[in-house]
Each structure stands twice: as structure tokens, then as C-alpha cells.
């Protein structure tokens, strides 16, 4: 998510730059003040208003008051923010690969889908499993990762009953893979009631 | 003006020299591996990319890397039917290394990096 919004941010900004450029650019084609000229871009957007505004607010912040305060917490904000979107950016991409064996040379992995597929399947072999949604998240470092699993199940039987059946279905593949399986089981609505 | 002779230069022969033998590798660890029981073929990825050149040859869902001790890794994606992973990556390690050997390039033959893009109930059908 946050990567996402770095990209957004990064790719705003670029085209930001890009088109000002491009202002800059055609705006000094001429010199004085004449229509295409640097005097006149900076009358069209306003800089000389911008100017008295920021020099206004400038010496409201000098004075202390609401206005500082108000500042600080802008200001801590605006940290807090790019401290986050520095996270975004630096963190480690989340593994698209689930480690089964390394080694220290070579491993052995498989995609998300696959894993996902064969929990599925072994999932739907338990007795009273209507339906099955299976997810699986490898984690950032290392090997292993988080296998979660929702079964549906018909109202004969119980929530906690399915659960312990499930978890013990797919734990031969979680334990081969270190995945965590977190189970949670429930009646299921429409298709999903009768097995 | 001076032409420089490509069959000359170091870097070229080195290239060739080992681009021929990246190739042998992987070659051979995509047959051995399409050879195990288990295994349906190799898929080249969403992008294409997971491939070996040969000429105007692709091998598809293979990739060889050189290695700073003069070996190659090999990278094999594959799509295998649904039976233990773990076994069959044992079955087709041993079969590859195997094979190297026999070929005289097992000393050439680095690690042997196995991702399984996807899981199939039968050669006609991926899940």
C-alpha cells in the first residue's frame, strides 16, 4: 500500500516538474514583459500575491500564537509522513515465492497460487467443507509465511470441530513449508450450505 | 578508422565460450526435469522472461546465471501435477546432477534453484 502511494506521489511530482519545465520553458522564449516572458509566467500564477501571503504568514509564525502552533503540527506532519513514504519506498519487498528448502545455495520455492491451490484441496476433503478461500502470504525475510483459510461449513456440524479437522489437513503442507495456518471456520450462506 | 576484431577481444571469446555452455546446462537440466514423474512442463512466466536464448531457440521457464567461481545456477519454473514438492525437487535435483555428470559439465552445474509456477491435475488441464 504504501509503496502504491510512493509511486503515486513520485509519479504526480514528476509530471509537476515536467509541466512547469515546459512552462519555464515556452515562458523564455521572450524577454522584458512581454507575453511570452518569465515576468509575465510569474504574474500568471500569481507569484507576487503568493508572495505577500507568505511574507503576511511568515511574520504571524515570527509572533508566536496560534499560527506557530499551527506550523509545528504542519510541520511535525509533514515528517511524519515522509518518514512513512521513505518506509514505503525502503522496505523489503514482500517474497512472491513461498521457501520450501534453502540450503544456502539453492532452494526450493513455490508460488503463492499453487500453495493456495493444493491447501484448497486438501481443505475440501474434510467432512462437512461446503466451500474453501485460501490465502497465503509469504513473509518479507526468509522462508515461511501465513496460510489463511476460510471453510464453510453446513449447520450439522460445529465451527471449532471444523477448524481442528481443517488444521490438521493442511498441516503436513504447512509444517513442509513453514507456513502459520490460521483456520477460521463458518456456517456457510447459499452454494456454500450444502456440501 | 580501426575496426575492432570481435573474435579477438576477451571479452567476446569469453561471451561465446560461455554462453555455449550456459546453454548446454540448461538444456539439459530442462529435459532431466520435464523427464521426473510429476513435473508437466516448464512455464516461461506471466512476462515470458523465464527463458534461455539459443539462436533464435527459446527455452522456456529455464535461466542459467554465471557464478563468480566459474559455475552456472539454474533456475528451473515449473508447473508439476499435485504430489509432495519436496520429494519431487529432491528426484529432479539428483536426476539433473546426474545427467551433468554423465555429459562431463557437472562440474560446471552450480546450484539448481526450483520455483513450481503452478499446480496441474493433468498435462492437459492447469488448475
Known sequence: ?195 | MVEADPTRTAGARLSGRASSERVRLSRLALAQALAVEGVIRADSGPLGTQVTLDGRERLAGVTAAALPEGRYGVTLHLVAQLVPLHELGGRIRARIKRAASLAGIGDALGPVDLVFEDIADSPEGVV
Do not use: K
Not at chain 1, 515562458?27 to 507568505?54: C, K, M, N, W
Not at chain 1, 496560534?66 to 513514504?85: D, E, N, Q, R
Not at chain 1, 502470504?137 to 456440524?157: Q, T
Open chain 1, 1 to 195: 500500500m504504501l509503496r502504491a502511494i510512493d509511486r503515486l506521489i513520485a509519479f504526480l511530482l514528476l509530471l509537476a516538474v515536467a509541466l512547469l519545465g515546459v512552462a519555464t520553458a515556452v515562458f523564455a522564449i521572450q524577454g522584458d514583459s512581454r507575453a511570452l516572458s518569465l515576468p509575465t509566467l510569474a504574474r500568471h500564477l500569481r507569484l507576487p500575491e503568493l508572495r505577500e501571503v507568505l511574507d503576511d504568514f511568515l511574520s504571524h509564525l515570527e509572533a508566536g500564537g496560534p499560527v506557530a502552533w499551527a506550523s509545528v503540527g504542519g510541520g511535525a506532519a509533514a515528517i511524519a509522513l515522509g518518514l512513512l513514504l521513505l518506509a514505503g519506498a525502503l522496505a523489503p519487498r514482500r517474497e512472491r515465492l513461498v521457501v520450501l528448502e534453502e540450503d544456502g545455495e539453492s532452494r526450493l520455492a513455490a508460488r503463492r497460487r499453487p500453495l493456495a491451490q493444493i491447501a484448497g484441496a486438501l481443505v475440501e476433503q474434510v467432512r462437512g467443507v461446503t466451500d474453501e478461500r485460501t490465502r497465503v502470504r509469504p513473509r518479507r525475510v526468509g522462508s515461511g509465511g501465513r496460510l489463511m483459510i476460510s471453510a464453510y461449513h453446513s449447520r450439522a456440524l460445529s465451527s471449532p470441530e471444523i477448524e481442528r479437522q481443517v488444521a490438521a489437513a493442511v498441516a503436513p503442507l504447512a509444517d513442509a513449508f513453514s507456513l502459520r495456518a490460521r483456520v477460521n471456520a463458518r456456517r456457510g450462506e447459499g452454494r456454500a450450505r450444502v456440501e
